[in-house]
Protein backbone atom coordinates (compact mmCIF):
# COMPACT_ATOMS: atom_id res chain seq x y z
CA UNK A 1 0.00 0.00 0.00
CA UNK A 2 2.60 2.46 0.91
CA UNK A 3 4.52 1.75 -2.47
CA UNK A 4 1.23 2.67 -4.37
CA UNK A 5 0.44 6.06 -2.29
CA UNK A 6 4.20 7.20 -3.21
CA UNK A 7 3.81 5.76 -6.87
CA UNK A 8 0.75 7.77 -7.21
CA UNK A 9 2.66 11.18 -5.37
CA UNK A 10 5.28 10.74 -7.71
CA UNK A 11 2.90 10.30 -10.72
CA UNK A 12 0.62 13.18 -9.44
CA UNK A 13 3.74 15.78 -9.38
CA UNK A 14 4.99 14.77 -12.93
CA UNK A 15 1.88 14.25 -14.36
CA UNK A 16 0.31 17.23 -16.51
CA UNK A 17 -3.23 15.47 -18.21
CA UNK A 18 -4.54 17.88 -20.81
CA UNK A 19 -7.48 16.72 -22.98
CA UNK A 20 -7.39 19.75 -25.45
CA UNK A 21 -3.96 19.49 -26.18
CA UNK A 22 -1.59 17.23 -27.61
CA UNK A 23 2.13 18.59 -25.89
CA UNK A 24 2.61 17.36 -22.42
CA UNK A 25 4.19 19.88 -20.21
CA UNK A 26 5.76 19.33 -16.85
CA UNK A 27 5.08 20.72 -13.75
CA UNK A 28 7.94 22.78 -14.08
CA UNK A 29 7.23 24.25 -17.55
CA UNK A 30 3.97 25.67 -16.77
CA UNK A 31 3.96 29.26 -16.69
CA UNK A 32 4.63 30.99 -13.79
CA UNK A 33 1.04 32.67 -14.04
CA UNK A 34 -0.56 29.57 -14.97
CA UNK A 35 -4.06 29.75 -13.13
CA UNK A 36 -6.63 27.16 -11.62
CA UNK A 37 -8.88 28.03 -13.92
CA UNK A 38 -6.50 28.19 -17.05
CA UNK A 39 -5.63 24.52 -16.43
CA UNK A 40 -9.59 23.47 -15.82
CA UNK A 41 -10.20 25.49 -19.12
CA UNK A 42 -7.25 23.46 -20.85
CA UNK A 43 -9.22 20.22 -19.32
CA UNK A 44 -6.47 19.13 -16.63
CA UNK A 45 -6.35 17.33 -13.57
CA UNK A 46 -7.34 19.56 -10.88
CA UNK A 47 -7.08 19.06 -7.42
CA UNK A 48 -7.85 21.07 -4.95
CA UNK A 49 -8.18 20.32 -0.86
CA UNK A 50 -7.81 16.72 -1.85
CA UNK A 51 -10.21 16.33 -3.99
CA UNK A 52 -10.33 16.37 -7.87
CA UNK A 53 -12.27 19.45 -9.11
CA UNK A 54 -11.74 19.16 -12.87
CA UNK A 55 -10.84 16.45 -15.24
CA UNK A 56 -12.00 13.21 -13.58
CA UNK A 57 -12.91 11.36 -16.75
CA UNK A 58 -8.83 12.14 -17.32
CA UNK A 59 -7.86 10.86 -14.34
CA UNK A 60 -9.94 7.62 -14.59
CA UNK A 61 -8.41 6.71 -17.85
CA UNK A 62 -5.10 7.07 -16.69
CA UNK A 63 -5.43 4.86 -13.49
CA UNK A 64 -7.15 2.47 -15.54
CA UNK A 65 -4.18 2.13 -17.57
CA UNK A 66 -1.91 2.66 -15.14
CA UNK A 67 -3.40 -1.22 -13.38
CA UNK A 68 -3.37 -2.78 -16.89
CA UNK A 69 0.37 -1.69 -16.70
CA UNK A 70 0.87 -2.91 -13.50
CA UNK A 71 -0.26 -6.20 -13.79
Known amino acids: MKRI ?4 ILIISILTACINSSEVLLYHQLPK ?3 LEEAKADGCVV ?3 LDI ?4 PV ?8 F ?3 N
Open 59 to 66: WDKFIILF
Open 68 to 70: IAW
Open 33 to 35: DYT
Open 47 to 49: YED
Open 53 to 56: TSGQ
Open 5 to 8: IILL
